[in-house]
């Protein structure tokens, strides 16, 4: 065996170059990892200039080199919008960039320098519709008066730039959908966004309901007013009508029945070998519901049962739901509770009210048949009716030529029961829309076309061309008074989208969208 004394050892530490250091580290595992032993100086030319930047430089987006097979997108030069009446992109309602970065639209030349650099191009392809829809309201307003303005076919062009220069000029707009986009929950929802309150959108449907549509509109013009409520004399009529209910209730739901449930329930439908323990069962069943009524004396209802009377009921009956809700009180049965027979015996023994506030309760939004409750969120007042603005659709324009042609009243009801049913629905949507405007004695314009027995909105004069631009402009937060929803087909990389434009936008329901190209 080999050994060696601890002087030596010593020795050897010693003339190591290793740092006492490492030497002590030795003992200790360190999973094959050394100690540096010295650290290297710097070279004495060192910078950092010495290391050389890469090719593409710092900080510089690196320019790949380009893809020889990647397609490269050409320049568009004009954009179109689609005429349906030639099935083919229009010429006029286009605009096209001309020399020195001027834009000229095919219908009304030359846009304003300031207005081109500004405006989207797509947007000048609506230029027509949007000028048709200032003219329109300019024309139903009578020198700048604001109240309420009714609007047919609020999801295409010429309506929807009615509606939003309507609300930005402090309009309250009440907007119809047509047929073409009202199945579109989120177009519905989208224009009723660019109203504002007390305006609204609703679809083509509900203003087919007239008294549902002139109640909304009625809202509209005068605001949902609380104070303007005859409490006093409609505090009876709240009273009949739940008397009248009782008496019903208690007909239907007689105390012979197990429980108030439908008699219907307790006939026997099955095997002729059940029929024996039928009865047993559903009165086990049946227990778990309220029992029925018995009768109550009319007159006696009459006399008795008042006001007051009714004010107490409505107390004890909050009282049990509100047990019944947040799971009982300890005190109130939430089990049981049969408001027939509570009011039977309120009729034989009337009860006494009490004027404390702790009886009273004093819920925030309880109904009180005693009390009338303080509006709490008052709702504005759009005012008078300004006028209607009628966009021409096909289907509308077909069932307006098809009634207008008819002469007798007989012929125009065989007209219509031979349109379609998209036809009929614009019609009757269109004349809700009309006869509400006729009735207040406003005026009545269309816009895209022309419909017999209504006035055409005139020619657009320079300055409603001029507002149309200054509402198509973007401003500095990239936003605009006039916004459209828009689909764009690129015919300038691909020409056969051009017909692939054409035939989407002839669909029938082609979406909540307008299509242009571009070339």
Known sequence: MLSISSSALA?????????????????????????????????????MDAVKPPPHGFGDQHEEEADPMAYVRKPVSSVHSIDLSKGAISALDSAAFGPGGSVVHGRFGNVDASAAQTVPLEYLAFLRPASEGVAALREISEGGKTGTVLVYGASR?????????????????????????????????????????????????????????????????????FTSFDFDSNQYQFLADFKTNVLDYVEAYPSDLPAAVDSEQLKFTGKEKDRANFKANMTAYLSQYQPGADPIDPAQLEANFNVEQYELFKKKFVTQTTAVVSGGDGVTNIDRFAPAEIVNNMCMQPEESTDDAKSAGDYPFEFSIKNESTPTTPMAKGGPIVGAIIEVTPDLAVAC???????????????????????????????????????AGAAVRTVGGSLPGLDAVETPTEQDIQTALEGMELGDDGTSKLNYFIQVYRASDYPIYEDYAIYRANEPLSGPRQIVVTK
Do not use: W
């Open 401 to 439: 030529e098809a009634v207008a042609a008819a002469k007798t009243l007989r012929e125009k009801a065989e007209a219509l029961q031979f349109l379609t049913e998209a036809q009929k629905s614009a019609f009757g949507a269109a004349s809700s829309v009309i006869g509400l405007a006729k009735q």
């Open 11 to 47: 020795r050897l530490a010693a003339r190591s170059p290793r740092t006492a250091a490492a030497a002590s580290s030795t003992s200790v595992r360190n999973m094959a990892m050394q100690v540096r032993e010295e650290i290297e100086e710097l070279p004495p030319n060192f910078s």
């Open 157 to 225: 062009p010429a309506g929807m730039s009615a509606v939003q220069l309507a609300t930005a000029s402090g309009n309250a707009v009440v907007a119809v959908v047509d047929g073409q986009h009202c199945g579109h929950n989120e177009m519905v929802d989208t224009v009723k966004g660019l109203t504002s309150e007390p305006g609204t959108a609703v679809a083509e449907q509900y203003a087919l309901c007239k008294a549902n549509f002139r109640d909304l509109v009625d809202k509209t013009v005068s605001g949902d007013d």
